[in-house]
């Protein structure tokens, strides 16, 4: 079926080649839409590389075909940057404390929802092609390949969920550690099935000795590069670097150098990535740390390229029924396989409820390594079931590619993981003064215990004192109700050297104009600001009419950003 689509627009807006200008116009357009689709795609509450994959749609082969095939091909060195970051990020996930919490369950889930779904899509689509085709050999063919493919995991789009969410505890642990792993069992159960497959369609294949060396050369090989480049970043920006900018520039250049590198010896890029990032995250200087979080925010842009290359290398319009039907039987025997492979592992392993319940959701995204290892059919088989392949995993890549992220989201809010990845200074940017709370209490409202009246004795004030965490008091006009002034700890200090002359001195008596003042919906990185320029511990908080609402201390503003990480740690220590 031809792509409805592609004659819409006049024929200046099929980009077919890559100029200067018309470089930097198509990054913009990619850029540009596809932040805008990413964002409207947040707001409806389905996480942003969706949008920025439907834009590709939009913008590609299966849409208005501004990106043509040529052009998609040509900005191929964006899709290897982006995935050597994603490695690199998740090679700095994987510490050997972690590993050795993990490494046991890690190892179960992998083989569980690796090998479960080869045998569960392999036995399925047999039975389905040979009901079809009425050939058993190019059935079991067609299983085997689509089998051993079915294994991968995409790790772009769902490190992107995970990094968009801010998770953190066992579900986005074990997920992070089985993205980054289970592309090798893919490859192994592609070398044993392209073995079997090869005679029986009358190919002449690679020995499965021959495809095992190269599987063994290919992993070794780009693990020893990645940790070969690991060491030289971490003795350079050790020893030579201080400035942040160069530390990033620095950073940046030795892991694309390292891909580089990786992709002339014809070695797995990610798995390079990731050993750098494993490197440098458990070998290298503590003071050499702060390169990967200078990394991620280089990224953002990267991921929007990179996914909206992915949709636009889509192409919905060339399944055939059989082909659509293969199709949804991969996809339904894949994801059927990785739910009880997840959950069988997860329950031998004994992990956490979470992992068995949730991990299954995480599982379902599929793009760089099965379509590599569809191109490598493609080309094993090319005069049998090649092309068909490529089709169906093209096809089902789409598919998986659109649901995978939203299912991402729904296990790790169903996990209770969402926002747990933050820091205090993250906690102190997204809070205002009306959410600060002392315990149970929240320091903003009109009935607050710190606020007296004009006309209020010292030694009613003083009881309260006693009794509240408070240390400063909010004098509110007997009149008209708005602030009027502020006693401070120092009012008080010097009442109780009085002795019992202060039983007769009112809040009015004592009371100072105060410097400043805070509203309910001021900022916390605004108070404490306040706090500096005034040279302060403590602000009355006002509405708009001027009233009261009571005390924002700083050590109160402390208190509530401690209690809010330490809640958050022990959360974790509950999860796990």
Same mark, same amino acid.
């Given at each position: 079926?031809?792509?409805?689509?592609?004659?819409?627009?006049?024929?200046?807006?099929?980009?077919?080649?890559?100029?200067?200008?018309?470089?930097?116009?198509?990054?913009?357009?990619?850029?540009?839409?596809?932040?805008?689709?990413?964002?409207?795609?947040?707001?409806?509450?389905?996480?942003?590389?969706?949008?920025?994959?439907?834009?590709?749609?939009?913008?590609?082969?299966?849409?208005?075909?501004?990106?043509?095939?040529?052009?998609?091909?040509?900005?191929?060195?964006?899709?290897?940057?982006?995935?050597?970051?994603?490695?690199?990020?998740?090679?700095?996930?994987?510490?050997?404390?972690?590993?050795?919490?993990?490494?046991?369950?890690?190892?179960?889930?992998?083989?569980?929802?690796?090998?479960?779904?080869?045998?569960?899509?392999?036995?399925?689509?047999?039975?389905?092609?040979?009901?079809?085709?009425?050939?058993?050999?190019?059935?079991?063919?067609?299983?085997?390949?689509?089998?051993?493919?079915?294994?991968?995991?995409?790790?772009?789009?769902?490190?992107?969920?995970?990094?968009?969410?801010?998770?953190?505890?066992?579900?986005?642990?074990?997920?992070?550690?089985?993205?980054?792993?289970?592309?090798?069992?893919?490859?192994?159960?592609?070398?044993?099935?392209?073995?079997?497959?090869?005679?029986?369609?009358?190919?002449?294949?690679?020995?499965?000795?021959?495809?095992?060396?190269?599987?063994?050369?290919?992993?070794?090989?780009?693990?020893?590069?990645?940790?070969?480049?690991?060491?030289? *970043?971490? %003795?350079? /920006?050790?020893?030579?670097? $201080?400035?942040?900018?160069? =530390?990033?520039?620095?950073? &940046? !250049?030795? #892991?694309?150098?390292?891909?580089?590198?990786?992709?002339?010896?014809?070695?797995?890029?990610?798995?390079?990535?990731?050993?750098?990032?494993?490197?440098?995250?458990?070998?290298?200087?503590?003071?050499?740390?702060?390169?990967?979080?200078?990394?991620?925010?280089?990224?953002?842009?990267?991921? *929007?390229? %990179?996914? /909206?290359?992915?949709?636009? $290398?889509?192409?919905?319009? =060339?399944?055939?029924?059989? &082909? !659509?039907? #293969?199709?949804?039987?991969?996809?339904?025997?894949?994801?059927?396989?990785?739910?009880?492979?997840?959950?069988?592992?997860?329950?031998?392993?004994?992990?956490?409820?979470?992992?068995?319940?949730?991990?299954?959701?995480?599982?379902?995204?599929?793009?760089?390594?099965?379509?590599?290892?569809?191109?490598?059919?493609?080309?094993?088989?090319?005069?049998?079931?090649?092309?068909?392949?490529?089709?169906?995993?093209?096809?089902?890549?789409?598919?998986?590619?659109?649901?995978?992220?939203?299912?991402?989201?729904?296990?790790?809010?169903?996990?209770?993981?969402?926002?747990?990845?933050?820091?205090?200074?993250?906690?102190?940017?997204?809070?205002?003064?009306?959410?600060?709370?002392?315990?149970?209490?929240?320091?903003?409202?009109?009935?607050?215990?710190?606020?007296?009246?004009?006309?209020?004795?010292?030694?009613?004030?003083?009881?309260?004192?006693?009794?509240?965490?408070?240390?400063?008091?909010?004098?509110?006009?007997?009149?008209?109700?708005?602030?009027?002034?502020?006693?401070?700890?120092?009012?008080?200090?010097?009442?109780?050297?009085?002795?019992?002359?202060?039983?007769?001195?009112?809040?009015?008596?004592?009371?100072?104009?105060?410097?400043?003042?805070?509203?309910?919906?001021?900022?916390?990185?605004?108070?404490?600001?306040?706090?500096?320029?005034?040279?302060?511990?403590?602000?009355?908080?006002?509405?708009?009419?001027?009233?009261?609402?009571?005390?924002?201390?700083?050590?109160?503003?402390?208190?509530?950003?401690?209690?809010?990480?330490?809640?958050?740690?022990?959360?974790?220590?509950?999860?796990?």
């Amino acid at each position: 079926m031809a792509d409805p689509f592609a004659q819409v627009l006049p024929q200046v807006f099929h980009f077919s080649h890559l100029q200067g200008t018309q470089f930097v116009l198509l990054l913009g357009i990619i850029m540009f839409f596809g932040a805008l689709g990413g964002r409207i795609f947040q707001k409806l509450k389905i996480p942003q590389v969706v949008g920025y994959i439907v834009i590709g749609i939009l913008i590609g082969s299966s849409g208005f075909q501004i990106l043509q095939i040529e052009t998609i091909i040509a900005l191929n060195p964006v899709n290897t940057i982006a995935l050597s970051l994603i490695g690199f990020l998740i090679g700095a996930e994987l510490k050997i404390d972690v590993i050795k919490k993990y490494g046991k369950q890690f190892v179960g889930i992998l083989i569980g929802e690796s090998v479960t779904p080869f045998f569960v899509v392999g036995f399925f689509v047999t039975l389905v092609a040979y009901i079809f085709m009425k050939d058993f050999k190019t059935a079991i063919s067609f299983g085997l390949i689509l089998g051993a493919i079915c294994s991968a995991t995409a790790p772009a789009a769902t490190t992107d969920v995970l990094k968009e969410f801010r998770t953190r505890g066992p579900l986005t642990t074990t997920t992070l550690g089985i993205v980054a792993m289970d592309d090798a069992v893919a490859l192994i159960l592609y070398a044993i099935a392209s073995t079997v497959v090869s005679p029986l369609l009358g190919g002449q294949g690679q020995s499965f000795g021959m495809q095992m060396l190269n599987i063994a050369k290919d992993i070794f090989g780009s693990i020893i590069a990645g940790s070969i480049f690991g060491a030289l *970043v971490t %003795f350079v /920006v050790k020893n030579l670097m $201080k400035d942040e900018g160069r =530390v990033l520039s620095f950073g &940046l !250049g030795g #892991l694309f150098l390292s891909t580089g590198v990786c992709t002339i010896l014809g070695l797995d890029n990610i798995l390079a990535a990731m050993s750098l990032g494993f490197f440098m995250v458990n070998f290298a200087p503590a003071k050499t740390r702060p390169i990967f979080s200078l990394v991620e925010k280089f990224t953002p842009p990267i991921y *929007v390229l %990179f996914f /909206v290359l992915v949709g636009a $290398k889509l192409n919905i319009w =060339v399944v055939t029924p059989i &082909l !659509g039907i #293969l199709a949804i039987v991969y996809v339904a025997g894949r994801t059927l396989g990785k739910s009880i492979g997840a959950r069988l592992g997860a329950k031998i392993t004994k992990a956490p409820q979470t992992v068995h319940d949730f991990l299954p959701w995480c599982l379902l995204s599929q793009a760089g390594v099965a379509i590599g290892l569809s191109i490598a059919a493609s080309n094993d088989f090319e005069n049998s079931i090649g092309p068909s392949i490529i089709l169906i995993i093209t096809a089902t890549t789409f598919i998986v590619q659109l649901i995978g992220p939203i299912c991402v989201k729904h296990g790790v809010t169903k996990a209770g993981e969402v926002g747990l990845a933050i820091t205090e200074d993250d906690i102190l940017k997204s809070s205002k003064v009306k959410n600060v709370t002392w315990g149970s209490e929240k320091i903003c409202c009109a009935d607050s215990h710190a606020i007296v009246t004009e006309t209020e004795k010292i030694c009613h004030i003083l009881k309260n004192f006693e009794t509240h965490h408070n240390q400063s008091f909010a004098v509110a006009s007997n009149e008209t109700g708005k602030l009027s002034g502020i006693i401070t700890l120092e009012h008080l200090k010097e009442t109780l050297m009085i002795g019992e002359f202060a039983d007769t001195l009112l809040a009015v008596d004592i009371m100072d104009k105060p410097i400043c003042t805070c509203s309910p919906e001021d900022s916390l990185p605004d108070v404490y600001k306040k706090f500096s320029d005034a040279d302060t511990e403590s602000m009355p908080i006002v509405d708009n009419e001027g009233k009261p609402l009571g005390i924002m201390e700083k050590f109160a503003a402390d208190h509530y950003l401690h209690t809010r990480i330490l809640e958050i740690n022990r959360k974790l220590e509950n999860m796990a």
